[in-house]
């Protein structure tokens, strides 16, 4: 599971969806808060990983990187 600290910019937003694909955290509490409910309830958030890995790996492949920015 991808969690990211919540910034002004949100870059990670241009490749995953907040909450389909990826959890953003305030700050440290947030984080640390995020984390024992993931680990203590994984099959509660497990689909966040698995929605991640389908993208990336359908979308953000060094072959995918290869035919969209070098053909």
């Known amino acids: ?5 919540y910034d ?12 389909k694909e990826f959890m953003y955290f ?3 509490k947030d984080l ?7 680990i203590n309830n994984y099959e509660k ?4 990983a698995n929605n991640a890995f389908e ?6 492949t060094t072959k995918h990187f290869v035919q969209k920015f070098l053909t």
């Open 32 to 38: 640390k808060e995020k984390l024992y409910q993931i």
């Open 26 to 28: 305030r700050d440290q």
């Open 45 to 48: 958030y497990e689909f966040i």
């Open 8 to 19: 002004d910019w949100n870059v990670i937003e241009y490749f995953f969806e907040p909450d």
């Open 55 to 60: 993208k990336a790996i359908n979308n953000y």
């Open 1 to 5: 599971i991808i969690l990211c600290a």
